[in-house]
């Protein structure tokens, strides 16, 4: 059994930074990729930041510049520095690891940006 458990998030002001934290513990098997999710209210989940297993990052238009996705293998954690942020990217956020035939969440964590 897989856990993803996340840390981080909460109430900032237009052009403050958070860094999301997401640490898998359990019997981690050989992952295909990482990322970051957002779920917005009324909205669909969608896919933010991805990181694959070779360290190749790919990010959502409206994030690029101001997102960083990375990772800390010897701490199987997943991170999301989030700089410069706006009131758009208020949302909760999702950590994603995939496996051949699995794919595991985290809890969520919410992001909420003041103007």
């Known amino acids: 059994q897989v856990q993803l458990v996340q840390s981080g998030g909460g109430l900032v002001q237009a052009g403050e930074s958070l860094r999301l934290s997401c640490e898998a513990s359990?019997?981690?098997?050989?992952?295909?990729?990482q990322g970051w999710y957002r779920q917005a209210p009324g909205k669909q989940r969608d896919v933010v930041a991805a990181i694959t297993t070779g360290g190749m990052t790919n990010y959502v238009d409206s994030v690029k510049g101001r997102f960083t996705i990375s990772r800390d293998n010897a701490k199987n954690t997943l991170y999301l520095q989030m700089n410069n942020l706006k009131p758009e990217d208020t949302a909760v956020y999702y950590c994603?690891?995939?496996?051949?035939?699995?794919?595991?969440w985290g809890q969520g964590t919410q992001v909420t940006v003041s103007s």
């Open positions: 359990g019997d981690i098997p050989d992952l295909i990729g």
């Open positions: 994603n690891a995939v496996a051949p035939g699995y794919s595991y």
